[in-house]
Nanobody, 119 residues
Framework: VQLQASGGGLVQAGGSLRLSCAAS????????MGWFRQAPGLDREFVAG????????SYVESVKGRFTISRDNAKNTVALQMNSLKPEDTAVYYC?????????????WGQGTQVTVSS
């Protein structure tokens, strides 16, 4: 599986961005998908995850109620809608995929897309 993330940019605090991740491969619908982020000097952290059907999602506490992960298996894409952005959301965001239902680690990673939130 090859993953290509896009949609990052510069936005003011309180604004919104929508990240998208396009996946190659015919078995995309069998993969759990996740979004991670890494800010300068910090470890990469899990942001949101979604199971193969889209019926189950999970979020890190700091983004609950502001971010929404979704997927379109027909288009081989997964999205992260980010609302009410805060400066602390500034990071490089990565999408990831794994063939296990509830991944503890992700096997496939895309390149990152930079999100910068100004105060």
């Amino acid at each position: 599986v090859q993953l290509q993330a896009s949609g990052g940019g510069l936005v003011q605090a309180g604004g919104s961005l929508r990240l998208s991740c396009a996946a190659s491969g015919r078995t995309f619908s069998y993969y759990a998908m996740g979004w991670f982020r890494q800010a300068p000097g910090l470890d990469r952290e899990f942001v949101a995850g979604i199971n193969w059907s889209g019926s189950n999602t999970s979020y890190v506490e700091s983004v609950k109620g502001r971010f929404t992960i979704s997927r379109d298996n027909a288009k081989n894409t997964v999205a992260l809608q980010m609302n009410s952005l805060k400066p602390e959301d500034t990071a490089v965001y990565y999408c990831a995929a794994d063939p296990t239902p509830i991944p503890k680690t992700y096997l496939y990673w895309g390149q990152g897309t930079q999100v910068t939130v100004s105060s």
